[in-house]
């Protein structure tokens, strides 16, 4: 049967037209992108006079990503001048240039090139240490092109994106993927929150911009696993926006702060405390006098919203209260011993965190919880100091010695024999919730016993 044009289809060809996959998207022409979005990008050096031996220089976080040379600079050990190389984008037409705080850690000068070759100095600006995120802002600077923030709330997994940057100092290198994941922790700190993507990034495109393909500006380069191939970071977008303001009015951020410490809810925390799931964050300790302790905030509490929006995960509610000012008033959705309640708190302004850490205590020699597979003894202060995690026991790789137990099921604990007894007495069927102290700072453990 021959088919005229325009004719209707037998029903079953429409059936087979139906049912058939989707075509793949083919591959996209971003050089008309290139051409409109290249002028803002820059290309940064920074030299930085080296006083110290290699060694002891610390390392940002992010340098882990970025293997080579630290912050992709250069430069023989001890003193002398230390080069490193970055990328930036201009965002407004005052000369200023956003790029990764690591960029410019410890620079004494800083250049921007140009994508027509032309060269001049910059000077920090503001700098985010906790997102990795610095404001240049270039002398005198002429009539230049600059690119908008896009959305990356709107960016879609599976979305096309190029990157544009500077790596190992091939200045305005096109790459092109797409956007693999969003929302990604990779450990660089506490507000992670990343976009994944398998644009080719190298040491050098540090800053630099991600595009999507209507040319805004959904990310920033900024890290990359050393180990794999085709898997860089990029801080999105809306977090840049979220912090260029007041990086360009005072030249830093300030963050609220709650005064807790928070862990994740696994399966045996949950089933523990008799938790309904394992979503949430869980409050390990309140810090005296903080704004959560002035609330009412209790260890044991799961918070599992922020002024409405779910917490899956410990990180994201130290993502919420980051994004939020001190002296702001927020509601917190908790659930304490099977209760819901909500908690009202006007947050702190966020510190730097200063940690102490606790030395091994000697103390009469060490009593048993065999099913727990722990070695005891008092330890100074109150509680009980492991001193010993048997192989293969059910505590290996939940404890460790040093670590002090100070509650069993919700219940303080004095001493050894306090731990001991309270193992004795403890429901069976369940898994223990014990809070252990360690190098200053409290968790809840949840162990299965044998």
């Known amino acids: 049967m021959v088919l005229a044009l325009g004719c209707q289809k037998p029903a079953a060809a429409q059936s087979l037209a139906a049912t058939s996959p989707p ?118 600077p002429p009539n230049l092109p600059h690119v908008p923030l896009g959305s990356s709330e709107s960016l879609k997994v599976g979305e096309s994106v190029v990157a544009i940057g ?16 969003k929302g990604r922790a990779i450990g660089a700190g506490p507000y992670d929150d990343f976009i994944q993507t398998d644009a080719s990034i190298n040491p050098g495109n540090s800053g630099g911009p991600l595009f999507n393909v209507r040319g805004e500006v959904v990310g920033m380069n900024t890290a ?3 180990s794999g191939q085709g898997i860089g970071f990029a801080i999105p977008s809306d977090e840049l926006r979220r912090v260029l303001e007041p990086l360009l ?53 799961v918070i599992v919203a922020v002024d409405g929006t779910p917490v899956p995960h410990a990180r994201d509610l130290s993502r919420a209260v980051g994004q939020r000012a001190p002296k702001k008033t927020v509601k917190l959705d908790v659930v304490r011993s099977g209760a819901k309640l909500t908690v ?15 030395a091994a205590e000697r103390g009469p020699a060490p009593a048993s919880v065999g099913s727990l597979g722990i070695d005891v003894t008092d330890a100074d202060g109150g509680g009980a100091r492991i001193r010993r995690v048997a192989p293969g026991s059910p505590a290996e790789g939940a404890v460790r010695p040093g670590d002090v137990v100070v509650e069993l099921n ?7 024999t306090d731990l001991a007894e309270g193992m004795r007495a403890a429901p069976t069927g369940k898994p223990v919730l014990l809070m252990v102290r360690r190098d200053g700072s409290t968790r809840y453990v949840a162990i299965e016993r044998s």
């Open 224 to 226: 990359i696993n050393p």
């Open 344 to 358: 009202s708190v006007v947050l702190d302004k966020l510190q730097e965190e200063k940690t102490a850490s606790t």
């Open 410 to 416: 919700k219940k303080r604990v004095a001493s050894a």
């Open 23 to 140: 075509s793949l998207v083919t591959a996209v022409d971003v050089s008309p992108l290139v051409a409109k979005v290249k002028g803002s990008v820059v290309n940064i050096t920074v030299e930085t006079e080296r006083r110290v031996a290699r060694g002891d220089v610390p390392e940002s976080p992010f340098d882990f990503f970025f293997r080579g040379a630290p912050n992709g600079r250069s430069g023989p050990p001890g003193a002398g001048k230390q080069r490193g190389l970055g990328t930036g984008f201009l965002v407004d037409g005052k000369g200023h240039v956003l790029t990764n705080a690591h960029v410019v850690d410890g620079a004494d000068t800083v250049k921007v090139k140009l994508a027509d070759e032309r060269e001049m100095k910059a000077k920090v600006k503001g700098r985010d240490e906790r997102l990795d995120i610095a404001v240049l802002e270039l002398e005198s």
């Open 166 to 181: 500077n790596p190992f100092g091939l200045g305005h290198t096109v790459t092109m993927g797409i956007v693999s994941a």
């Open 249 to 301: 009015a005072a030249g830093h951020v300030e963050r609220g702060q709650l005064g807790v410490r928070i862990q994740d809810v696994d399966e045996k925390i949950a089933s523990a405390m008799s938790l309904e799931g394992t979503r949430g964050a869980l409050v390990g300790e309140v810090v005296d006098g903080s704004a959560a302790a002035k609330a009412g905030l209790k260890p044991g509490d």
